[in-house]
């Protein structure tokens, strides 16, 4: 795999404000990230996004780097990847498409970034400034609140179901190891046998 072990730019956050259009709305209402938003949720949060064209093989998210932004992919295709701390190899662990969520995980801290995200096509995404949205849901603002609440609900939902994922990923990896293992001690068994036998009729 090619290295991308370039620092990721710092990308202007000023933009015109979206629109939203049928298709935003039905775009975010999709996604477990905003399960249970309402089009007027919907529309208090719009302020708080950003749209961004990314060229393949750009850096969004460095690892070990401190960001306060989620990224939603509208169009396009990224790779998460982490270096190997031994061997400083990169190692590619995830490859993100439409609709995926990268960097969801500063919903609930500001520790620097476990991996690195990369487009691996030329890609569209929606920035979420999670600063911005604490300043919101800390103000009087009661739908600020509300709307930081259903994130960390979502956030944690969709974290339940990836653990339950990998759970269920482990224990069929233990059953084909074992499987794996049992076959090897019976061909052994039988590899042994046939030397028994073989060496009975040379006698």
């Known amino acids: 795999m090619q290295s991308n072990n370039q620092r990721c730019k710092q990308r202007n956050k000023e933009n015109d404000m979206l629109e939203l259009t049928p298709e935003l709305l039905n775009f975010l209402r999709q996604n477990n990230l905003f399960s ?5 949720q919907i529309e208090q949060l719009l302020p708080l996004l950003r749209e961004v064209r990314v060229p393949a093989g750009e850096c969004i998210i460095q690892e070990n780097a401190v960001s306060d932004e989620l990224y939603l992919v509208k169009q396009g295709e990224l790779r998460v990847t982490k270096l190997e701390p031994t061997t400083g190899k990169e190692l590619q662990l995830a490859t993100l498409q439409t609709g995926a969520v990268a960097g969801e ?16 096509k030329d890609s569209v995404l ?17 739908a ?3 709307l930081y609440s259903l994130l960390l609900q979502n956030l944690a939902r969709n974290l339940s179901h990836r653990m339950r994922s990998a759970n269920d990923t482990m ?3 233990s059953r084909k190891e074992l499987a794996g293992t049992q076959a090897r001690a019976v061909m052994g068994i039988v590899i042994v046998t046939v030397i028994v ?4 009729y040379a006698l």
């Open 144 to 146: 600020g609140s509300s």
């Open 171 to 173: 224990l069929e990896d």
């Open 105 to 120: 995980l500063t919903l609930l801290d500001d520790a620097p970034r476990s991996a690195s995200v990369y487009a691996a």
């Open 36 to 40: 249970g938003f309402s089009a007027v």
């Open 197 to 200: 036998i073989m060496s009975l």
């Open 126 to 142: 929606l920035v979420l400034s999670i600063k911005e949205l604490h300043t919101l849901s800390a103000g009087d603002s009661a």
